[in-house]
């Protein structure tokens, strides 16, 4: 079963433009959700994380929008530029088990 | 540098053999995960290791084991490949349990036929 849905699957974004990736969970025993960032031909590599004691996370241009109530989480990309042009991972995880529940992706086409 | 290395990083093979896909990393790292990629699915865990001699199933374990003998490595095998099992495949490291980052190595894509 698929614990964290994400969507969309792809998405095409003009260069300064705003990119926004949605993804929703349903086990409440998560308690972290980091979000990955994928270029081809490379591993995935931790982009930004949030906790849901706190509704948003600001890292430069990428920021964390999280609601515990709807159980939703969605990842920003502010300003966006060819060079985020990638795919991205939302997560969740149980902590104590160290076990990453992963979205299904959303390749992200920044153009100029 | 420390690092996470994954060795072949392309492996052709045919129905019925036995592979195994190697991984290593060098920064000590207790926990050691493989995970597969396919499209639509995202990265799936196949089996985890918290530490030497501790081994454990994931969400897709059918078909695949994983030993740990040492800290540095945990090598993936397919008893008996499968074309369901033609995927791109990643091991990851972690430190600690918790929310420690994984870090991941460069994958292997396996063409079983």
């Known amino acids: 079963q698929q614990q964290v849905k994400q969507s969309p699957q792809s998405l095409i974004v003009q260069k300064g433009g705003i990119s926004i990736i949605n993804c929703a969970y349903e086990?409440?025993?998560?308690?972290?959700f980091p979000w990955y960032q994928q270029f081809p031909g490379k591993g995935p590599a931790l982009l930004i994380a949030?906790?849901?004691?706190?509704s948003e996370k600001k890292e430069g241009r990428f920021t964390i929008s999280f609601n515990k109530s709807a159980k939703q989480f969605s990842l920003h990309i502010m300003d966006s530029q060819p060079g985020d042009s990638a795919t991205y991972f939302c997560?969740?995880?149980?902590?104590?088990?160290?076990?990453?529940?992963f979205g299904t992706g959303t390749k992200l086409q920044v153009i100029p | 540098d420390a690092e996470i290395t994954q060795s072949p990083r392309h492996k052709i093979t045919e129905t019925g053999r036995q592979v195994t896909l190697a991984c290593h990393q060098t920064?000590?790292?207790?926990?050691m995960f493989w995970y597969r990629q396919d499209l639509g699915h995202g990265l799936r865990l196949i089996h985890y290791?918290?530490?030497?001699?501790?081994?454990n199933k994931g969400e897709v374990s059918d078909g695949y084991s994983v030993s740990r003998s040492n800290t540095e490595d945990l090598p993936l095998t397919l008893e008996s490949a499968a074309s369901s099992q033609t995927s791109v495949y990643f091991c990851?490291?972690?430190?600690?349990?918790?929310?420690?980052?994984?870090?991941f190595g460069p994958g292997t894509r396996l063409t079983v036929l």
């Open positions: 990851a490291s972690s430190e600690r349990r918790g929310t420690d980052t994984q870090y």
């Open positions: 086990n409440t025993a998560f308690d972290y």
């Open positions: 949030i906790r849901p004691d706190v």
């Open positions: 997560a969740a995880v149980i902590g104590g088990y160290q076990k990453v529940t």
């Open positions: 920064w000590n790292h207790n926990n």
């Open positions: 290791s918290y530490g030497v001699q501790d081994t």
